[in-house]
């Protein structure tokens, strides 16, 4: 990853300028060899202590609740799944008066093989309540907390995100803004609609580091920013997915729920209970045939004839179409898409008359097709069973009728 010089990744045309410069470079200079250069070269130079005073300088700008952090009673365990958040993550904790995470003594160092998971463990032996993991490199964080309803015995993942100051939120509201990723969950829609602050969307979270800065630049506060894999923007001195800022940011919030005899799922329920369930499935297949994934994403725009898209899926049926692939939006007035577009991967979102929605993607990185879908229910509608077998029910008709695995020979995902 490389980041410009307002903190954020690097957008076209940087990244093309920057591969071009590589390209015009290729032979190496004849002093290329000689280490000795790099000690008395102007050019570099360690920033990592600047940069690790002003971090944790930076992120102490989000504790809030500093004197409930140094008595709370709440005991964390970390891991950093062999990766390289170990040290951060003690020293953010630190930084906000808390005690220090129980650190996970097989996960904490790093190792490129992965090859323990024993947090949950650790947690049952020392009497933790919450596990805060990262993943190797530290910028996402998954977290599980100990359920006492079923008899203190099971650990139940849950995915936190964090809107700061409700009050401050009702008072400036022109001036907040929170932002996600288009395949993310839309709680922050339903928070941002009832409570009257800004919420953006765009394609992806570096795009998204960039709107930031330039929000911020214009005076507005940016207060949280999320991606659909775990990756939280929680401080905005970080224009990025940052796992440390976020973990402590969740132990500062589970302290203080704390304090009123909530846990992280009872807020969890109640932020349901206020703005709507939001119930989430994403999954993938894989498939190693470019021309395959071209004629599946061309028989969805082309469903019932020519430049026809898919008017139901099985009994669900469509209520509005989303193709980033060829700019198409049929919520538009003028039938273009608001957000950025690109001819070179496949992304249709598919929005349905029961509140469910389902964006199919290609991945840039690796030969899968993912899905991501969502059934948002209204406030009051607390049948989460009913809602979880209608979701299912509507992935269940997205594979067979828009995927075909059996006719495109697609490969499930393995559990």
Not at 48 to 72: H, P
Not at 249 to 272: C, D, G, H, K, P
Request: charged fraction near 25%; proline fraction near 5%.
């Amino acid at each position: 990853q490389v980041y410009w010089e307002n903190g954020a990744q690097i957008i076209s045309p940087h990244d093309k300028e920057i591969s071009q410069a590589i390209e015009e470079n290729q032979e190496p200079w004849p002093q290329a060899w000689d280490d000795k250069l790099i000690d008395g070269s102007l050019l570099l130079r360690d920033p990592y202590a600047m940069v690790n005073k002003e971090y944790f300088k930076d992120i102490q700008k989000q504790c809030f609740y500093r004197s409930i952090n140094k008595e709370t009673n709440l005991k964390f365990v970390h891991t950093s799944v062999h990766g390289v958040g170990h040290k951060f993550v003690q020293l953010a904790f630190k930084a906000f008066d808390l005690s220090p995470p129980f650190a996970v003594p097989e996960q904490k160092d790093p190792d490129p093989d992965f090859p323990t998971t024993l947090s949950f463990a650790l947690a049952e032996k020392d009497g933790a309540r919450i596990i805060l993991a990262n993943d190797p490199d530290a910028d996402r964080l998954a977290v599980a907390e100990k359920q006492d309803r079923y008899g203190n015995k099971e650990m139940q993942a849950i995915d936190i995100f964090y809107s700061k100051a409700r009050l401050i939120c009702i008072i400036l509201a022109t001036y907040i803004y929170m932002l996600s990723s288009t395949v993310s969950s839309k709680i922050l829609r339903a928070i941002a609609l009832k409570e009257g602050f800004h919420f953006e969307v765009s394609v992806v979270l570096h795009i998204i580091s960039l709107l930031s800065y330039t929000l911020m630049d214009q005076g507005k506060a940016v207060l949280f920013a999320f991606e659909e894999a775990i990756g939280y923007m929680c401080c905005p001195a970080v224009l990025d997915k940052d796992g440390v800022s976020a973990a402590v940011i969740t132990a500062e919030m589970a302290s203080f729920l704390a304090t009123r005899n909530l846990s992280l799922s009872q807020q969890l329920r109640a932020v349901y209970d206020e703005y709507g369930f939001h119930i989430n499935k994403a999954s993938y297949f894989i498939c190693h045939d470019p021309e395959i994934i071209q004629q599946l994403f061309d028989n969805l725009r082309n469903f019932d004839g020519r430049n026809t898209y898919p008017k139901s899926c099985g009994r669900f049926k469509v209520s509005g179409i989303r193709d980033l692939t060829t700019g198409y939006d049929s919520s538009q007035p003028d039938q273009k898409a608001i957000l950025p577009t690109s001819k070179s991967s496949q992304m249709i979102t598919f929005t349905f008359a029961n509140g469910g929605v389902a964006t199919m993607r290609t991945s840039g990185t690796e030969p899968k097709i993912k899905y991501y879908s969502e059934l948002c229910a209204p406030p009051g509608n607390s049948d989460v069973e009913q809602l979880k077998k209608e979701l299912d029910e509507l992935v269940n008709a997205l594979e067979k009728h828009f995927f075909q695995p059996e006719k495109n020979k697609l490969q499930r995902k393995t559990e």
